[in-house]
């Protein structure tokens, strides 16, 4: 499973992006995506997942009512829409799959075995 972040950028407070996954082909057919945040010096972070039966979506407290993840089958890529951003949203972001997530664990970095790069988004105040 290969997977590409891309679309973060300098933005302000207030503002939105949207970042997306280009993925390999297979990777929407029992795999668990999601995205994740990380700041220097500190784990990686939940923001939002999209469970293998691609209905059951989940969003961090941190991200509910600003963040949407969705994904489109027929061009194989995951998004994240961020609506009123704020500096604290700060952070490199990266794009996340797995076909061993389970439910218990689908917020912890661990349980995914395939990442994107990363794409950095910067928000001013």
């Known amino acids: 499973v290969q997977l590409q972040a891309s679309g973060g950028g300098l933005v302000r407070a207030g503002g939105s992006l949207r970042l997306s996954c280009a993925t390999s082909g297979r990777t929407f057919s029992g795999y668990t995506v999601g995205w994740f945040r990380q700041v220097p010096g500190k784990e990686r972070e939940f923001v939002a997942g999209i469970w293998r039966n691609g209905v059951s979506t989940f969003v961090s407290d941190s991200a509910k009512g600003r963040f949407t993840i969705s994904r489109d089958i027929a061009k194989n890529t995951l998004y994240l829409q961020m609506n009123s951003l704020k500096p604290e949203d700060t952070a490199v972001y990266y794009c996340?799959?797995?076909?061993?997530?389970?439910?218990?664990?689908?917020?912890?970095?661990?349980?995914?075995?395939?990442w994107g790069q990363g794409t950095q988004v910067t928000v001013s105040s």
């Open positions: 996340a799959a797995s076909s061993r997530v389970i439910y218990s664990n689908l917020r912890e970095a661990t349980a995914y075995n395939n």
